[in-house]
């Protein structure tokens, strides 16, 4: 909770967030929730968060690497915006651009 409550107030200020292990399923629903909670018609516009793959085309372990504990794609990066500001985040092999507009 204390992390989602850190990356909301970071965006909320105009900041982009990047994480570089992403969220879990939980903490961007979480995350999504309270955005929703802190929209208002002058104020904050929501944010704006795209989650990428740590390496393409990485495949899952298969039966005996999950038996010998090996995990599967592994961590990803998200990145975290206002929805004002960000106007485009795009994803080209090792490359993440992002259009931001300021304020």
Do not use: C, H
Request: net charge neutral; aromatic share 4%.
């Amino acid at each position: 909770m204390e992390k989602i409550r850190l990356i909301l107030d970071d965006v909320m200020e105009g900041n982009i967030v990047v994480l570089e292990k992403g969220l879990s399923p939980e903490e961007q629903s979480r995350l999504i929730e309270m955005t929703m909670m802190e929209i208002s018609p002058d104020g904050f516009s929501g944010i704006e968060m795209e989650t990428y793959s740590a390496r393409e085309g990485q495949s899952s372990p298969g039966f005996f690497g999950k038996l010998l504990g090996k995990k599967g794609p592994g961590a990803r990066m998200t990145v975290i915006g206002p929805a004002n500001q960000m106007k485009t985040i795009k994803k080209d092999k090792d490359l993440i651009s992002a259009w931001v507009s300021s304020r």
